[in-house]
């Protein structure tokens, strides 16, 4: 059965920070794995998708790395602003739907 | 990207009545739904998936007399909660996946107070 971990649970870092977000899995056999965002009492918003074939993706300011032998995941958050703040979720995809880590909750302080 | 709308997004109901949440794909065809709840400062649970026009697969320790799962289009999903009790307050989610997709999309989550 997949386990997806997501490390630290909480985290509070000054506005202009670089930060690294990490998510590991327990079955390296996968589709896909996601990153969303998450708002209090709010839906999830998709940050990326990478392919079980890919290395990382980029958007803005925000980069994952997928290592998929060593079933683990990065987020990168560059230059940290207080409208980042939320929980950020990891999902992975295999033969079952995603499977959800607790997240990480970031709070990027002015 | 694709757009999961959910309805309604929060309600509140009284123990003992039956509650429906919607959901639904407004740009393309969903053949898979999935239902998800979260309680708080947890992560999101699977509760069941359907299929378009099939009886829904639900994950164990879920109800499925419970939680009623419809799927009669391509574009609607419908999860009523019957006789609600206070311990299934929580954030449900939905999403939708597309024929022969990868990824899934959610919708905005349905908060569900029972009183």
């Known amino acids: 059965k997949q386990e997806v971990t997501q490390i630290p649970a909480a985290l509070s870092v000054p506005e202009g920070e670089n930060l690294v977000l990490n998510c590991s899995f327990t079955d390296s056999a996968i589709y896909n794995l996601q990153w969303f965002r998450q708002d209090p009492g709010k839906g999830l918003t998709s940050l990326l998708l990478i392919q079980s074939s890919q290395r990382e993706q980029t958007s803005g300011r925000l980069n994952a790395s997928l290592d998929k032998s060593s079933g683990r995941s990065t987020l990168y958050i560059a230059a940290s602003q207080p409208g980042d703040s939320a929980t950020y979720l990891c999902a992975v995809r295999g033969n079952t739907p995603l499977v959800f880590g607790k997240g990480t909750r970031l709070s990027v302080i002015a | 990207g694709a757009v999961v709308s959910q309805h309604p997004s929060w309600v509140i109901c009284k123990s003992g009545t039956s509650v429906k949440i919607e959901c639904r794909s407004l740009d393309f065809q969903a053949t898979t739904m999935f239902w998800y709840r979260q309680f708080p400062k947890q992560s999101l649970m699977l509760m069941a998936t359907?299929?378009?026009?099939?009886?829904?697969?639900?994950e164990q320790g879920v109800e499925k007399d419970k939680f009623l799962i419809n799927h009669a289009s391509l574009t609607l999903s419908t999860l009523t909660v019957t006789s609600a009790h206070p311990e299934d307050s929580s954030f449900y989610i939905c999403s939708a996946r597309q024929g022969g997709g990868t990824e899934a999309f959610f919708g905005q989550g349905t908060r569900l107070t029972v009183v």
């Open positions: 359907s299929n378009e026009g099939s009886k829904a697969t639900y």
